[in-house]
């Protein structure tokens, strides 16, 4: 059992940047590839990245590439959404995400891959 705490939400105005944390109980947390998704009000959950187990390989959408930065220290069992040039649309609750069955250098961008999640995180991006 993997338990994911999140933190750093909060308000920030658009263009601003924002970091939010994702802290693992794991007992081996570079067993697994992490993930991170949103969800707004009305709409479905969303990915918005990945790392792999070590985190050597990443990936964003297209939706935030070139804003949004996923990475991950396993000596210190978290990983990080680094999020820049914030925008309203960007308001969400961001929940971050364990799968253990990856492959070595494998990131998973479907939720039914995961199998531990976090409580969320609310970012809420003012115009």
């Known amino acids: 059992q993997v338990q994911l705490v999140e933190s750093g939400g909060g308000l920030v105005q658009a263009g601003g940047s924002l970091r939010v944390s994702c802290a693992a109980s794991?007992?081996?947390?570079?067993?697994?590839?992490m993930g991170w998704f949103r969800q707004a009000p009305g709409k479905e959950r969303e990915f918005v990245a990945g790392?792999?187990?070590?985190?050597?390989?990443?990936y964003v959408p297209d939706s935030v590439k070139g804003r949004f930065l996923i990475s991950r220290d396993n000596a210190k069992n978290t990983v990080y959404l680094q999020m820049n040039s914030l925008k309203p649309e960007d308001t969400a609750v961001y929940y971050c995400?364990?799968?253990?069955?990856?492959?070595?250098?494998?990131?998973?961008?479907?939720?039914?891959?995961?199998?531990?999640w976090g409580q969320g995180t609310q970012v809420t991006v003012s115009s």
């Open positions: 790392i792999s187990r070590r985190g050597g390989y990443t």
């Open positions: 794991a007992r081996t947390f570079s067993n697994y590839a």
């Open positions: 995400a364990a799968g253990p069955r990856a492959l070595y250098g494998a990131i998973l961008r479907n939720e039914d891959q995961y199998d531990y």
